[in-house]
């Protein structure tokens, strides 16, 4: 059974603060997925990683950076949080098309 | 790139009563299509998915159609049930030269009144 587990489930920060979300895999999955969810706006993707070391830009990454260096972890960095970051944070793995979503850690900037 | 719009955001029906979401995609090199459900509170899982090389796919109560030149798919589910009630996600993928990501559409709420 795949499991993928975030570091919080929820959190509250500071206007300024630097943020760190990691999120951890088990099934050796290669690509990894950070999404962003607010209501009526769906799943919108932040950044993805198809291997460690690598990252790239997914439809929404301003403000947001990732670090993989290793394959079952995947950290989204928020640098200077701001309150228009207040979000769920969800972080997926995927092998063959099916992604495996965490359970989300819900983000309150203040 | 790829845009997916999913109609309607809100559904409600009687339990027992059959449901149907839809989907359009704009990117016509998309090849895979899967449906996510998000039950309150909890992650989305994968449901049921079809790729551009069948028309349709079913799975007990849940059914997936796929019009390709249209460019749109849907979810139906028949005799549904309370434990239906979710937000269910639509997305589209593209398969090229470097790998597509998902593309998600905004979601439907579907509520199943018993």
């Known amino acids: 059974d795949v499991k993928v587990t975030q570091s919080s489930r929820y959190l509250v920060k500071r206007t300024g603060e630097k943020v760190f979300l990691e999120c951890v895999q088990d099934m050796d999955h290669e690509n990894m997925f950070w999404y962003r969810q607010d209501p009526g706006l769906g799943l919108r993707l932040i950044y993805f990683?198809?291997?460690?070391?690598?990252?790239e830009k997914g439809d929404i990454p301003e403000g947001y950076s990732v670090s993989r260096e290793k394959k079952e972890r995947f950290s989204l960095i928020l640098e200077s949080a701001s309150t228009n970051q207040t979000s769920m944070y969800l972080c997926?793995?995927?092998?063959?098309?099916?992604?495996?979503f965490g359970p989300g850690t819900r983000l309150t900037v203040l | 790139g790829e845009n997916v719009e999913q109609h309607p955001s809100t559904l409600s029906v009687q339990e027992g009563d059959s449901a149907v979401i839809k989907c359009t995609y704009s990117?016509?090199?998309?090849?895979?299509f899967p449906w996510y459900k998000q039950e309150l509170g909890k992650r989305p899982q994968l449901i049921i998915d079809?790729?551009?090389?069948?028309g349709e796919k079913k799975d007990q109560r849940i059914a997936v159609t796929l019009n390709k030149t249209a460019k749109h798919f849907s979810l139906h589910i028949t005799e549904t049930q309370p434990e239906d009630s979710a937000v269910y996600f639509c997305?589209?993928?593209?398969?090229?030269?470097?790998?597509?990501?998902?593309?998600f559409g905004k979601g439907t709420k579907l509520s199943v009144k018993p």
């Open positions: 997305a589209a993928r593209r398969r090229g030269g470097s790998q597509g990501n998902l593309i």
């Open positions: 990683s198809y291997d460690v070391k690598m990252k």
């Open positions: 079809i790729r551009s090389n069948v």
């Open positions: 990117d016509s090199a998309s090849n895979y």
């Open positions: 997926a793995s995927e092998l063959t098309d099916t992604q495996y």
